[in-house]
C-alpha cells in the first residue's frame, strides 16, 4: 500500500454552501462519501442532498457554528446517515461543512500512540488514583521533580515535594477529587529537579469512567516563569510609581519604598541615607568619601519586627571602604553578592556582627542598591532573601535600580522640601514676636503651630502697645506656603506695626494694609491684583472705655467670652480680602466688660478635610468655655481639641487676651483754657494729682512735660484743649487734646534761639511720645517711666 499524506483532502467530506442555500464548492472527500462528481452538484441546492423521508429538515443554525445527524442520498439511491460539522465563514459569507469520511477504528487500550502521548508529551503531566497518590508521571514531570516514576509511585504529593507549597497543592487536589471540578492554580516554587524557582500554571481536573465516577485527578504543569517575571515586574514597577512618594516626608518615602520591595523582591529591606550638611545647602555631587556615615530611615521584613536589621531606626553606623554599602555609594553601582567572585563569607566579613546575624536567620544573598538622584547620592539600599530560595538574578538587579531610581526623585523632593521647610520654619518664627508684651489693657497667650505636612505658611499675631494705654491685636494669613509666605509675612507684619504707630483706627489701617497687598502683588511680576492675597484682623482696646474697635478683611470673626457667660461670635462684617484693591472695610466698636476673653486665630485652626466648619467652631466655643480660666491652658486645649492626632493641615496662629479696665482713680481729666495764663494753674493741679496718687517722684518730670504739651497746645492748637493723666504701676502718661490737625515735630534750634526747644526736651525726659489723630482733631502724648521702672 501507498502510505496516505499527512494531509490527505480525501479523507474529509468538505462542501461549501452559499447563504442562499447553493453548493459553490464539493471536495474529493464528499465525492467519495455520496458518490457525486464536483460538476454533478456544484450550482444546485444543497437540499437536493437531503432524503425526504429521513424525517424533517435540520434547524435553522442559531450561532456560527452547527452540528448534527443528516439523513443524505447517495448517488447509487441508497441513504446514509452522516453526521456534519458546519461553520459560518462571514467574510465570503458562506457555510464549510465538513464530515470524516471513514470513521476511525476504535483505539486498542494499549494504543502505543496513547502512550507516547502522555509520556512524551512536553508538558509534565501526572496521574493520581483515588487514595490521591501517585499512579503515572511522564518524562516531562519527572525532569520536574527530579525523580523517576519508579522510585515515587504510590507517593502523595506532599510526600513528593515536602515542602508548605505541596501541602497546600494537596489540599486543592482533594478539593477537585471531591467536587468533580477542574482547578487552575499558580504557584512560584523550586521543585527537587530545578535549582532556581519557576512559576507553575497548575491544571487539576478529575479522572473519570465510563459511570462517571471519578476515578483520580489529573495534574497538568505548565511553566509561565518569564511571563510571571515580566507581570510581577510591572505590577512591582505600578505599585512604586502609585505607592512611593505620597507625602514629602524622608521617612514616609523610605518606608514607602521598603514596603513596595517586601515581600514582592527581597524578604528583608533597608534605606540607609546619607546625613544632611550640617549647615544646610545641597548635599554634594561628588561622592562620599569613605569611611560613610549612614542613618537607617527605614526597613521592613517578612518576619515581624525585622530582627535580620542590624541596625535600629533612626540609629547612624559607619561603613568602612571594605563594606559593601560603601563600596556601592563610592562606585555608583549595585553591588549583588554572593557572586561569580564572592563567596557568602567574603561578603559579610567587613563585620563580624553582621556575619553572625545573617548566618542565624540564614540570609543567603543581598543587593546594594545606590540611591542617587540629579547626580546626588543620597543613600544605598539593601535588599536580603532567606525565607526566598533562589539569589538574586541579574532581572532582580534591573528591577531593584528601576524602583530605586523613582523613589530617589521622591526622596530628594523629600530633602529639598525638610530643607526649605526648615528654613521657611526659622523664617516665620524669627518674624514672629517671641513673646507678647505685658500691657496694663490686657494679659495674653499666644501659639503658632506650623503644617504638618504643607510647607511652612504666612500666619502671624502680635500685640502692639499703643498710646493711652491703648493695645492693638492683629492676626494675619498670607496665602500659601514657602519661604515666600513667610518673607510676605514678615513684610505685612512690619507694616501692620507701622500703621499701627500713627494710631491709624482699624479700618483706615486695613485700606493702608490693602494697597499694600495690591502693591506686592505688581512686584511679584503678576502684574495684576488677587495674585497675592492675605487675610487679617485688626482690634484696638482701650482699657479707659473698655472699649473695642475690630475690623477684618476676608478673615473668620473672632470669638468672644464675657465674664462668667458663654462663649459666642462676633457678628463682624467679613471686608474683602486684602489683595483685591478698591473696596472698603467695616469696623464695629463694642464695649467690653473687664475680664472677658477674645479669642482671635487663623482658619487652620477650624478647617480640617471630612470636618464641617460649623462642627469646628462648636468644638473651639466648648474649649473656651472649659478652659477660659487660664489663657494658657486655654491654648493647650484649643489645640488639642481641634486639631487631628497627625497634625493641622494648615498653619494655625492662635492669640487669647483677656482685657483690663483701667480704674477711674488712675485717669484725671482737666479743660484748659486757651490762655497762657492757666499754665500754671494747670501745673499746680498736676502736682496736686501726682501727690493725691503717691507719684511725687515724677513730678519734676511731669511738670516740665505738661507745661511745655499745655503751652504748644495755647499757642499752635485750637480749643477746646483737654488735658488728661492717666497711670498704672510703670508708667504715667499725659495726653494733651485739641482741635487742630497740625501735628507738631522736633527740629534743632538754633544758638540764640530763644524757642524751638520744647518737644526736644519732652523727647529727653520721657521714654517715647508722639501724636495721633482723632475725630475731633490730634492728640500728644508722652510716656513717663515711674522710678525704679523701665
Known amino acids: 500500500m501507498t502510505p496516505v499524506h499527512p494531509l490527505d483532502e480525501a479523507a474529509t467530506a468538505r462542501a461549501v454552501i452559499a447563504e442562499n442555500g447553493t453548493l459553490i464548492h464539493w471536495s474529493e472527500g464528499a465525492r467519495r462519501l455520496l458518490g457525486y462528481a464536483p460538476e454533478e452538484v456544484e450550482g444546485r441546492p444543497a437540499a437536493d442532498l437531503l432524503d425526504p423521508s429521513g424525517g424533517a429538515a435540520p434547524a435553522e443554525p442559531t450561532g456560527d457554528i452547527w452540528n448534527g445527524t443528516l439523513s443524505l442520498r447517495h448517488r447509487d439511491g441508497h441513504t446514509l446517515s452522516v453526521w456534519l460539522l458546519a461553520h459560518r465563514r462571514e467574510a465570503k459569507d458562506e457555510w464549510l461543512v465538513v464530515t470524516p469520511v471513514q470513521v476511525a477504528p476504535p483505539r486498542p487500550p494499549d494504543d502505543p500512540l496513547v502512550k507516547a502521548v502522555f509520556t512524551q508529551a512536553p508538558c509534565a503531566m501526572a496521574a493520581y488514583d483515588e487514595r490521591l497518590r501517585l499512579y503515572a508521571q511522564n518524562d516531562a514531570m519527572a ?429 463682624l462684617p467679613a471686608g474683602p480680602p486684602l489683595g483685591l484693591g478698591g473696596l472698603p472695610f467695616e469696623s464695629v466698636e463694642l464695649e467690653l466688660s473687664e475680664g472677658t476673653v477674645l479669642a482671635l486665630y487663623t482658619d487652620g485652626l477650624l478647617w480640617t478635610p471630612g470636618r464641617d466648619l460649623d462642627v469646628g467652631r462648636a468644638l473651639l466655643s466648648r474649649a473656651l468655655e472649659q478652659s477660659s480660666h487660664s489663657l494658657e491652658w486655654a491654648c493647650h486645649a484649643i489645640l488639642q481639641a481641634l486639631l487631628p492626632v497627625g497634625g493641622a493641615t494648615d498653619d494655625v496662629a492662635l492669640l487669647l487676651a483677656r482685657t483690663h479696665g483701667l480704674a477711674a482713680s488712675h485717669v484725671a481729666t482737666w479743660d484748659v483754657p486757651a490762655d497762657p495764663a492757666h499754665v500754671a494753674p494747670i501745673r499746680k493741679k498736676v502736682i496736686e494729682q501726682l501727690d493725691a496718687w503717691g507719684l511725687s517722684e515724677a513730678t519734676f518730670t511731669a511738670e516740665l512735660v505738661v507745661s511745655e504739651l499745655v503751652t504748644n497746645a495755647i499757642r499752635y492748637g485750637e480749643p477746646p484743649i483737654r488735658l488728661r493723666l492717666l497711670h498704672d504701676a510703670t508708667t504715667l502718661i499725659c495726653e494733651v487734646s485739641d482741635r487742630s490737625h497740625t501735628a507738631p515735630h522736633l527740629r534743632r534750634a538754633k544758638v540764640f534761639d530763644e524757642g524751638g526747644r520744647g518737644l526736644l526736651l519732652v523727647a529727653q525726659l520721657t521714654q517715647r511720645w508722639g501724636s495721633r489723630y482723632t475725630a475731633e482733631g490730634k492728640t500728644i502724648w508722652a510716656e513717663l517711666a515711674l522710678l525704679g521702672e523701665a
Request: proline share 7%.
Open 143 to 571: 525532569d520536574v521533580v527530579g525523580l523517576p516514576e519508579a522510585r515515587i509511585r504510590g507517593l502523595r504529593i506532599s510526600e513528593i515535594g515536602g515542602t508548605q507549597v505541596s501541602e497546600q497543592l494537596e489540599e486543592d487536589m482533594l478539593g477537585v477529587f471531591l467536587s468533580g471540578v477542574g482547578r487552575d492554580v499558580e504557584t512560584y516554587t523550586r521543585t527537587g529537579g530545578e535549582n532556581r524557582a519557576h512559576a507553575w500554571l497548575l491544571r487539576f481536573a478529575p479522572l473519570t469512567d465510563a459511570e462517571g465516577q471519578v476515578r483520580g485527578v489529573s495534574l497538568a504543569a505548565h511553566d509561565f516563569t518569564e511571563r510571571y517575571r515580566d507581570r510581577e515586574r510591572l505590577q512591582l514597577l505600578n505599585e512604586a510609581s502609585m505607592r512611593i512618594g505620597s507625602t514629602l516626608d524622608v521617612t514616609r518615602t523610605a518606608q514607602e519604598l521598603v514596603d513596595v520591595f517586601v515581600p514582592a523582591l527581597a524578604d528583608f529591606a533597608g534605606v540607609d541615607l546619607l546625613d544632611p550638611p550640617e549647615h544646610g545647602g545641597e548635599p554634594h555631587a561628588a561622592p562620599p568619601s569613605t569611611p560613610i556615615t549612614l542613618r537607617r530611615a527605614a526597613h521592613r521584613s517578612v518576619t515581624p519586627g525585622s530582627p535580620e536589621a542590624s541596625v535600629i531606626l533612626g540609629e547612624a553606623d559607619v561603613y568602612p571602604a571594605s563594606s559593601p554599602q560603601a563600596n556601592a555609594l563610592v562606585t555608583g553601582r549595585t553591588i549583588a553578592a554572593p557572586d561569580a567572585t564572592t563567596t557568602p563569607e567574603e561578603w559579610v566579613a567587613w563585620d563580624k556582627r553582621r556575619g553572625e546575624r545573617f548566618a542565624k536567620h540564614g540570609v543567603h544573598t543581598t543587593m546594594w542598591v545606590p540611591i542617587q538622584a540629579r547626580g546626588q547620592t543620597l543613600g544605598v539600599v539593601v535588599l536580603a532573601r532567606f525565607r526566598r530560595p533562589d539569589p538574586f538574578t541579574p532581572d532582580d538587579v534591573s528591577l531593584a535600580e528601576e524602583v530605586t531610581a523613582r523613589a530617589a526623585v521622591c526622596l530628594d523632593n523629600a530633602q529639598r522640601f525638610a530643607r526649605e521647610r526648615k528654613t521657611a520654619l526659622a523664617l516665620q518664627r524669627s518674624l514672629l514676636p517671641r513673646s507678647l508684651p505685658r500691657t496694663a489693657a490686657l494679659e495674653a497667650a499666644s501659639r503658632y503651630l506650623p503644617a504638618a505636612r504643607a510647607g511652612v505658611g504666612g500666619d502671624w499675631f502680635d500685640v502692639i502697645p499703643l498710646s493711652g494705654m491703648r493695645v492693638a491685636m492683629v492676626v494675619g494669613d498670607v496665602v500659601g506656603h514657602g519661604i515666600q509666605a513667610s518673607a510676605a509675612m514678615g513684610r505685612l507684619r512690619t507694616a501692620v506695626r507701622t500703621l499701627a504707630d500713627i494710631d491709624l483706627a482699624p479700618d483706615e489701617l486695613l485700606t493702608h494694609l490693602d494697597d499694600l497687598v495690591v502693591r506686592l502683588s505688581v512686584e511679584a511680576g503678576s502684574g495684576t491684583t488677587g495674585e497675592f492675597g492675605a487675610t487679617c484682623l485688626y482690634a484696638v482696646y482701650d482699657p479707659v472705655s473698655r472699649r473695642c474697635t475690630l475690623a477684618r478683611a476676608g478673615h473668620p470673626p473672632p470669638f468672644i467670652v464675657p465674664p462668667n457667660g458663654l462663649p459666642r461670635e462676633i457678628d
